[in-house]
Protein backbone atom coordinates (compact mmCIF):
# COMPACT_ATOMS: atom_id res chain seq x y z
CA UNK A 1 0.00 0.00 0.00
CA UNK A 2 1.46 3.70 -0.96
CA UNK A 3 1.49 5.84 2.19
CA UNK A 4 -0.59 9.03 1.74
CA UNK A 5 0.38 12.35 3.66
CA UNK A 6 -1.78 12.51 6.18
CA UNK A 7 -3.21 16.52 6.66
CA UNK A 8 -6.73 16.26 7.71
CA UNK A 9 -7.85 19.67 8.93
CA UNK A 10 -7.92 19.44 12.80
CA UNK A 11 -8.50 22.85 13.61
CA UNK A 12 -10.09 25.90 11.67
CA UNK A 13 -7.59 27.62 9.01
CA UNK A 14 -5.81 24.86 9.97
CA UNK A 15 -4.24 24.41 5.79
CA UNK A 16 -2.50 27.89 5.84
CA UNK A 17 -0.46 26.61 9.10
CA UNK A 18 2.55 25.36 9.15
CA UNK A 19 2.90 21.53 10.66
CA UNK A 20 5.44 21.04 13.85
CA UNK A 21 5.75 17.25 14.78
CA UNK A 22 7.00 16.22 17.95
CA UNK A 23 8.05 12.39 18.19
CA UNK A 24 8.45 11.04 22.12
CA UNK A 25 6.51 12.38 25.03
CA UNK A 26 9.09 11.89 27.27
CA UNK A 27 10.67 14.93 28.83
CA UNK A 28 12.41 16.93 25.98
CA UNK A 29 9.05 15.72 24.03
CA UNK A 30 7.04 17.40 26.35
CA UNK A 31 9.51 20.28 26.75
CA UNK A 32 9.53 21.15 23.53
CA UNK A 33 5.48 21.07 22.90
CA UNK A 34 4.93 23.46 25.85
CA UNK A 35 7.47 25.72 24.61
CA UNK A 36 5.30 25.84 21.34
CA UNK A 37 2.04 26.05 23.00
CA UNK A 38 1.55 29.82 21.69
CA UNK A 39 2.73 29.45 18.01
CA UNK A 40 0.40 29.59 15.47
CA UNK A 41 1.14 26.38 14.00
CA UNK A 42 -0.50 22.86 14.24
CA UNK A 43 1.82 20.63 16.64
CA UNK A 44 1.55 16.57 17.00
CA UNK A 45 3.00 14.97 19.22
CA UNK A 46 3.35 11.11 18.62
CA UNK A 47 4.15 8.61 20.78
CA UNK A 48 3.82 4.75 21.00
CA UNK A 49 3.19 4.51 24.27
CA UNK A 50 -0.44 6.51 25.61
CA UNK A 51 1.60 8.17 28.53
CA UNK A 52 4.20 10.26 29.88
CA UNK A 53 6.61 8.72 32.32
CA UNK A 54 8.45 9.99 35.43
CA UNK A 55 11.64 7.33 34.51
CA UNK A 56 13.48 8.48 38.06
CA UNK A 57 11.02 6.67 39.63
CA UNK A 58 10.52 3.53 37.66
CA UNK A 59 13.06 1.04 39.40
CA UNK A 60 10.67 1.89 42.60
CA UNK A 61 7.68 0.29 40.44
CA UNK A 62 10.00 -2.67 39.45
CA UNK A 63 10.42 -3.17 42.87
CA UNK A 64 7.23 -3.23 44.15
CA UNK A 65 7.17 0.78 46.13
CA UNK A 66 4.80 2.65 44.00
CA UNK A 67 2.42 1.36 41.73
CA UNK A 68 2.33 2.62 38.01
CA UNK A 69 0.21 5.66 38.03
CA UNK A 70 2.49 7.05 41.05
CA UNK A 71 4.89 8.06 37.86
CA UNK A 72 2.86 7.90 34.77
CA UNK A 73 0.15 9.89 33.50
CA UNK A 74 -1.68 10.19 29.92
CA UNK A 75 -0.09 12.57 27.43
CA UNK A 76 -3.33 13.49 26.05
CA UNK A 77 -4.31 15.08 30.01
CA UNK A 78 -0.77 16.83 30.54
CA UNK A 79 -1.36 19.05 27.20
CA UNK A 80 -4.87 19.04 27.09
CA UNK A 81 -5.06 22.78 27.59
CA UNK A 82 -2.79 23.01 24.76
CA UNK A 83 -5.29 23.58 21.75
CA UNK A 84 -2.97 24.04 19.21
CA UNK A 85 -1.44 20.74 19.70
CA UNK A 86 -2.45 17.43 19.42
CA UNK A 87 -1.40 13.67 20.57
CA UNK A 88 -1.23 10.88 18.36
CA UNK A 89 -1.32 7.45 20.15
CA UNK A 90 1.63 5.45 17.20
CA UNK A 91 4.93 3.82 16.40
CA UNK A 92 6.57 5.99 14.02
CA UNK A 93 8.80 3.52 11.62
CA UNK A 94 10.31 5.54 9.45
CA UNK A 95 12.03 9.66 8.59
CA UNK A 96 12.72 10.87 5.86
CA UNK A 97 13.97 14.25 6.16
CA UNK A 98 14.16 14.51 2.28
CA UNK A 99 10.45 14.43 1.63
CA UNK A 100 9.82 15.95 5.09
CA UNK A 101 7.45 12.67 5.91
CA UNK A 102 7.31 10.07 9.17
CA UNK A 103 5.76 6.82 8.33
CA UNK A 104 3.39 5.21 10.80
CA UNK A 105 3.44 1.88 9.51
CA UNK A 106 0.87 2.37 6.05
CA UNK A 107 0.39 5.70 7.02
CA UNK A 108 2.34 9.42 7.05
CA UNK A 109 2.62 12.21 8.45
CA UNK A 110 3.79 15.58 6.46
CA UNK A 111 6.03 17.90 8.68
CA UNK A 112 7.55 21.37 8.23
CA UNK A 113 9.54 21.36 11.48
CA UNK A 114 10.33 18.30 13.43
CA UNK A 115 11.33 17.43 17.06
CA UNK A 116 12.91 13.82 17.60
CA UNK A 117 13.03 12.76 20.96
CA UNK A 118 12.54 9.01 20.90
CA UNK A 119 14.61 8.24 23.71
CA UNK A 120 17.02 5.37 23.64
CA UNK A 121 16.51 1.44 24.71
CA UNK A 122 18.69 -1.15 26.05
CA UNK A 123 21.91 -1.87 24.64
CA UNK A 124 23.35 -5.53 25.54
CA UNK A 125 27.11 -4.56 23.34
CA UNK A 126 26.01 -7.10 20.76
CA UNK A 127 24.35 -9.70 22.77
CA UNK A 128 21.07 -8.94 21.73
CA UNK A 129 19.94 -12.26 23.08
CA UNK A 130 20.86 -11.88 26.60
CA UNK A 131 17.76 -9.55 26.53
CA UNK A 132 15.39 -12.75 26.66
CA UNK A 133 17.16 -13.58 29.92
CA UNK A 134 18.44 -10.32 31.73
CA UNK A 135 15.53 -7.39 31.11
CA UNK A 136 16.73 -3.68 31.03
CA UNK A 137 14.39 -1.05 32.65
CA UNK A 138 13.58 1.91 30.30
CA UNK A 139 9.38 1.43 30.06
CA UNK A 140 6.62 0.34 32.62
CA UNK A 141 6.49 -3.33 30.83
CA UNK A 142 10.44 -3.59 31.53
CA UNK A 143 9.56 -2.76 35.48
CA UNK A 144 6.11 -5.20 35.68
CA UNK A 145 8.06 -7.86 34.06
CA UNK A 146 11.51 -7.29 36.96
CA UNK A 147 8.79 -6.95 39.18
CA UNK A 148 7.29 -10.37 38.21
CA UNK A 149 10.57 -12.14 37.78
CA UNK A 150 11.41 -10.60 41.48
CA UNK A 151 9.04 -11.83 42.65
CA UNK A 152 8.61 -15.06 41.39
CA UNK A 153 12.13 -15.95 42.20
CA UNK A 154 11.19 -15.65 46.17
CA UNK A 155 8.38 -17.71 45.60
CA UNK A 156 10.21 -20.32 43.97
CA UNK A 157 12.79 -20.72 46.63
CA UNK A 158 9.50 -21.15 49.31
CA UNK A 159 8.80 -24.25 46.88
CA UNK A 160 12.23 -25.41 46.19
CA UNK A 161 13.81 -28.64 48.74
CA UNK A 162 17.06 -28.14 46.55
CA UNK A 163 19.97 -26.22 48.11
CA UNK A 164 21.95 -25.04 45.68
CA UNK A 165 18.57 -24.24 43.57
CA UNK A 166 17.84 -22.41 46.42
CA UNK A 167 21.04 -20.46 46.60
CA UNK A 168 20.25 -19.69 42.74
CA UNK A 169 16.57 -18.33 42.95
CA UNK A 170 17.95 -16.12 46.28
CA UNK A 171 21.06 -14.32 44.38
CA UNK A 172 20.15 -11.65 42.43
CA UNK A 173 22.41 -10.22 39.90
CA UNK A 174 22.65 -6.35 38.54
CA UNK A 175 24.86 -5.76 35.57
CA UNK A 176 25.71 -2.26 35.55
CA UNK A 177 26.44 0.56 38.52
CA UNK A 178 25.44 3.54 37.15
CA UNK A 179 22.41 5.44 38.64
CA UNK A 180 19.85 3.11 37.18
CA UNK A 181 22.02 -0.20 38.55
CA UNK A 182 22.88 1.18 42.12
CA UNK A 183 19.32 2.20 42.76
CA UNK A 184 17.92 -1.56 41.88
CA UNK A 185 20.63 -3.25 43.50
CA UNK A 186 19.84 -0.92 46.71
CA UNK A 187 15.66 -1.27 46.28
CA UNK A 188 16.43 -5.15 46.05
CA UNK A 189 18.30 -5.16 49.24
CA UNK A 190 16.13 -3.38 51.08
CA UNK A 191 13.31 -5.43 49.68
CA UNK A 192 14.72 -8.84 51.16
CA UNK A 193 16.21 -7.80 54.18
CA UNK A 194 13.44 -5.07 55.35
CA UNK A 195 9.81 -6.08 53.44
CA UNK A 196 10.00 -9.64 52.84
CA UNK A 197 12.22 -10.72 55.83
CA UNK A 198 9.09 -12.49 57.18
CA UNK A 199 6.94 -13.06 54.44
CA UNK A 200 8.20 -17.12 54.19
CA UNK A 201 8.77 -20.08 55.84
CA UNK A 202 10.51 -22.22 54.15
CA UNK A 203 13.86 -19.78 54.18
CA UNK A 204 14.85 -16.64 55.56
CA UNK A 205 15.03 -13.32 52.68
CA UNK A 206 17.46 -11.99 54.54
CA UNK A 207 19.72 -14.12 52.90
CA UNK A 208 19.16 -13.31 49.53
CA UNK A 209 22.15 -12.50 48.08
CA UNK A 210 22.15 -8.78 45.62
CA UNK A 211 25.29 -8.83 43.35
CA UNK A 212 26.22 -5.02 41.41
CA UNK A 213 28.58 -6.18 38.65
CA UNK A 214 30.34 -3.37 36.97
CA UNK A 215 33.02 -3.41 34.11
CA UNK A 216 35.06 0.18 35.59
CA UNK A 217 36.68 0.84 38.43
CA UNK A 218 33.96 2.29 40.56
CA UNK A 219 29.98 2.73 40.90
CA UNK A 220 28.81 5.75 39.54
CA UNK A 221 31.54 6.38 37.35
CA UNK A 222 30.09 9.67 36.38
CA UNK A 223 29.95 11.15 39.53
CA UNK A 224 32.71 12.46 41.76
CA UNK A 225 35.26 10.14 43.34
CA UNK A 226 34.55 10.74 46.95
CA UNK A 227 30.77 10.62 45.85
CA UNK A 228 31.17 7.03 44.33
CA UNK A 229 32.91 6.02 47.37
CA UNK A 230 30.49 6.96 49.33
CA UNK A 231 27.31 5.08 47.36
CA UNK A 232 29.76 2.21 47.35
CA UNK A 233 29.75 2.30 50.61
CA UNK A 234 25.91 2.69 51.35
CA UNK A 235 25.33 -0.11 49.38
CA UNK A 236 27.72 -2.64 51.39
CA UNK A 237 25.75 -1.12 55.02
CA UNK A 238 22.67 -2.79 52.88
CA UNK A 239 24.08 -6.13 52.21
CA UNK A 240 25.10 -4.92 48.52
CA UNK A 241 27.58 -7.06 47.26
CA UNK A 242 30.03 -4.54 44.86
CA UNK A 243 32.21 -5.95 42.08
CA UNK A 244 34.39 -3.75 40.12
CA UNK A 245 36.22 -4.54 37.02
CA UNK A 246 34.22 -7.16 36.15
CA UNK A 247 33.21 -7.71 32.40
CA UNK A 248 30.18 -10.42 31.74
CA UNK A 249 30.92 -12.39 29.11
CA UNK A 250 27.94 -14.49 28.91
CA UNK A 251 24.42 -14.60 30.26
CA UNK A 252 21.89 -17.40 30.55
CA UNK A 253 18.67 -18.67 32.49
CA UNK A 254 21.12 -20.21 34.41
CA UNK A 255 23.23 -17.63 35.64
CA UNK A 256 26.12 -15.24 34.52
CA UNK A 257 29.84 -15.85 33.12
CA UNK A 258 32.47 -13.20 34.32
CA UNK A 259 35.73 -13.22 32.36
CA UNK A 260 36.67 -16.41 30.29
CA UNK A 261 35.38 -19.14 32.57
CA UNK A 262 33.88 -17.70 36.10
CA UNK A 263 30.37 -18.80 36.25
CA UNK A 264 27.40 -17.70 39.05
CA UNK A 265 24.45 -19.13 39.24
CA UNK A 266 21.62 -17.09 39.48
CA UNK A 267 17.65 -16.65 38.14
CA UNK A 268 17.73 -13.61 38.64
CA UNK A 269 20.25 -10.90 36.11
CA UNK A 270 19.04 -7.79 35.35
CA UNK A 271 20.40 -4.83 33.17
CA UNK A 272 21.31 -1.56 33.29
CA UNK A 273 24.80 -1.62 31.66
CA UNK A 274 24.39 0.41 28.40
CA UNK A 275 21.23 2.48 26.55
CA UNK A 276 21.56 2.76 22.62
CA UNK A 277 19.34 5.13 20.59
CA UNK A 278 16.87 4.25 18.08
CA UNK A 279 18.16 2.23 15.33
CA UNK A 280 15.65 4.74 12.89
CA UNK A 281 17.97 7.64 13.23
CA UNK A 282 20.54 5.63 11.36
CA UNK A 283 18.39 5.38 8.13
CA UNK A 284 17.61 9.12 8.35
CA UNK A 285 21.42 9.12 6.96
CA UNK A 286 22.63 11.40 9.94
CA UNK A 287 25.79 10.58 11.18
CA UNK A 288 25.55 8.74 14.39
CA UNK A 289 27.68 7.59 17.35
CA UNK A 290 28.80 4.61 18.78
CA UNK A 291 25.64 4.47 20.80
CA UNK A 292 23.56 5.49 17.30
CA UNK A 293 22.72 9.23 18.59
CA UNK A 294 22.61 11.90 16.00
CA UNK A 295 25.73 13.76 15.79
CA UNK A 296 23.85 17.46 16.42
CA UNK A 297 24.84 20.78 15.68
CA UNK A 298 25.71 23.28 17.81
CA UNK A 299 21.66 24.46 17.97
CA UNK A 300 20.51 20.77 17.91
CA UNK A 301 19.81 20.66 14.21
CA UNK A 302 19.96 17.73 12.44
CA UNK A 303 23.23 18.08 9.95
CA UNK A 304 21.72 19.68 6.44
CA UNK A 305 18.41 19.56 8.23
CA UNK A 306 17.89 23.25 9.64
CA UNK A 307 14.17 22.29 10.04
CA UNK A 308 14.91 19.18 12.03
CA UNK A 309 16.06 19.05 15.83
CA UNK A 310 16.94 16.21 17.65
CA UNK A 311 17.18 16.26 21.68
CA UNK A 312 17.15 14.13 24.66
CA UNK A 313 18.90 10.16 24.81
CA UNK A 314 18.42 11.03 20.68
CA UNK A 315 21.25 13.40 20.13
CA UNK A 316 24.87 13.35 20.71
CA UNK A 317 25.84 16.72 22.12
CA UNK A 318 28.84 17.22 23.46
CA UNK A 319 29.83 20.69 25.80
CA UNK A 320 33.18 21.33 27.57
CA UNK A 321 34.57 18.28 25.74
CA UNK A 322 32.36 15.97 27.60
CA UNK A 323 28.96 14.52 26.55
CA UNK A 324 25.85 16.01 28.19
CA UNK A 325 24.66 13.36 30.49
CA UNK A 326 21.57 11.51 29.56
CA UNK A 327 19.54 12.80 32.27
CA UNK A 328 15.62 14.48 32.57
CA UNK A 329 16.94 18.36 32.77
CA UNK A 330 19.48 17.98 30.07
CA UNK A 331 16.44 16.81 27.81
CA UNK A 332 13.77 19.53 29.25
CA UNK A 333 16.48 21.90 28.38
CA UNK A 334 17.19 20.59 24.72
CA UNK A 335 13.53 20.53 24.41
CA UNK A 336 12.41 24.00 25.12
CA UNK A 337 15.53 25.16 23.19
CA UNK A 338 14.59 23.04 20.25
CA UNK A 339 10.75 24.89 20.47
CA UNK A 340 12.36 28.37 20.80
CA UNK A 341 14.69 27.50 17.90
CA UNK A 342 11.88 26.60 15.46
CA UNK A 343 10.08 30.10 16.03
CA UNK A 344 12.83 32.00 15.17
CA UNK A 345 13.39 30.12 12.19
CA UNK A 346 9.54 30.43 11.63
CA UNK A 347 10.25 34.26 11.96
CA UNK A 348 12.65 34.03 9.46
CA UNK A 349 15.87 34.61 11.97
CA UNK A 350 19.02 32.83 13.18
CA UNK A 351 19.19 30.21 15.53
CA UNK A 352 21.29 30.12 18.63
CA UNK A 353 23.54 27.49 19.89
CA UNK A 354 22.24 25.37 23.00
CA UNK A 355 24.26 25.98 26.71
CA UNK A 356 23.65 22.99 28.85
CA UNK A 357 23.13 24.41 32.65
CA UNK A 358 24.07 21.71 34.70
CA UNK A 359 22.28 21.84 38.11
CA UNK A 360 23.55 18.76 39.42
CA UNK A 361 22.84 14.98 40.30
CA UNK A 362 21.69 12.23 42.26
CA UNK A 363 20.93 8.97 42.81
CA UNK A 364 18.83 6.83 45.93
CA UNK A 365 20.49 4.15 47.28
CA UNK A 366 17.86 3.29 50.01
CA UNK A 367 16.01 4.72 52.50
CA UNK A 368 17.49 7.68 54.24
CA UNK A 369 20.28 6.66 52.08
CA UNK A 370 21.41 8.61 48.64
CA UNK A 371 24.51 10.91 47.07
CA UNK A 372 24.02 14.12 45.22
CA UNK A 373 26.52 16.64 43.71
CA UNK A 374 24.57 20.20 43.55
CA UNK A 375 27.41 22.34 41.20
CA UNK A 376 30.39 21.06 43.58
CA UNK A 377 28.35 20.52 46.56
CA UNK A 378 29.01 17.12 47.45
CA UNK A 379 26.13 15.27 49.84
CA UNK A 380 25.81 12.20 51.17
CA UNK A 381 23.12 9.60 53.57
CA UNK A 382 20.08 11.31 54.97
CA UNK A 383 20.60 15.32 53.49
CA UNK A 384 21.13 13.54 49.67
CA UNK A 385 18.09 11.57 50.64
CA UNK A 386 16.01 14.38 51.58
CA UNK A 387 17.34 16.49 48.37
CA UNK A 388 16.05 14.19 45.89
CA UNK A 389 12.84 13.05 47.27
CA UNK A 390 11.95 16.59 47.40
CA UNK A 391 13.21 17.56 44.23
CA UNK A 392 11.92 14.67 42.91
CA UNK A 393 8.16 15.33 43.78
CA UNK A 394 8.69 18.94 42.28
CA UNK A 395 9.03 17.60 38.89
CA UNK A 396 5.96 14.91 39.27
CA UNK A 397 3.94 17.65 38.03
CA UNK A 398 0.91 16.31 35.91
CA UNK A 399 0.81 12.75 38.07
CA UNK A 400 -1.33 12.25 41.01
CA UNK A 401 -1.62 14.60 43.46
CA UNK A 402 1.90 14.92 44.65
CA UNK A 403 0.43 14.07 48.20
CA UNK A 404 -0.65 11.27 47.41
CA UNK A 405 2.78 10.08 45.98
CA UNK A 406 4.43 11.52 48.69
CA UNK A 407 2.04 8.89 51.56
CA UNK A 408 3.08 6.12 49.48
CA UNK A 409 6.82 7.04 49.72
CA UNK A 410 6.21 7.47 53.35
CA UNK A 411 4.66 4.17 53.65
CA UNK A 412 7.30 2.11 51.72
CA UNK A 413 10.02 3.53 53.21
CA UNK A 414 9.31 4.26 56.50
CA UNK A 415 6.30 1.55 57.14
CA UNK A 416 7.87 -0.67 55.19
CA UNK A 417 4.83 -1.49 52.98
CA UNK A 418 5.24 -1.68 49.64
CA UNK A 419 2.63 -0.32 47.51
CA UNK A 420 2.69 -3.10 44.36
CA UNK A 421 3.49 -6.32 45.42
CA UNK A 422 1.72 -8.38 42.89
CA UNK A 423 2.42 -9.71 39.55
CA UNK A 424 1.57 -11.40 36.53
CA UNK A 425 -2.10 -12.71 36.48
CA UNK A 426 -3.22 -10.92 39.76
CA UNK A 427 -1.15 -7.02 38.33
CA UNK A 428 -3.64 -7.64 35.25
CA UNK A 429 -6.56 -7.46 37.27
CA UNK A 430 -5.18 -5.06 39.82
CA UNK A 431 -6.25 -1.51 38.12
CA UNK A 432 -3.89 0.52 40.86
CA UNK A 433 -0.69 -1.15 39.29
CA UNK A 434 -1.61 -1.54 35.62
CA UNK A 435 -0.88 1.52 33.48
CA UNK A 436 -4.63 1.63 32.25
CA UNK A 437 -4.70 3.12 35.21
CA UNK A 438 -3.11 6.38 34.72
CA UNK A 439 -6.10 7.56 32.62
CA UNK A 440 -8.17 7.80 35.83
Request: glycine share 10%; charged share 25%.
Amino acid sequence: MTPTIQREPKFAGESALPTIVVLGGGFGGLAAAKALRKVKARIVVIDRQNHHLFQPLLYQVATAGLAAPDIASPIRRILRKQKNTEVRYAEVTAIDPETKTIAMGDRSLGYDYLVIATGATHSYFGNDQWGAVAPGLKTLEDAHEIRAKVLRAFESAEVTDDAEEQRAWLRMVVVGAGPTGVELAGALAELSRKILDKDFRHFDPRGTEVLLIEGGPRVLLAYPEDLSEKAEDQLRSLGVTVRKGAMVSNITEEGVTIGEAEFLPAKTVLWAAGVQASRMLGATGAKTDRAGRVQVERDLSMPGHPEVFVIGDAAHFEQYGAQIPGVAPAAMQMGRHAGDQIQRLMKSRGTEAFHYTDKGSMATIGRASAVANFRGRHLSGFLAWMAWLFIHLIFLIGFRSRLVVLINWFSAYVGYRPAARVFAEMAKADDSTSPRAAEE
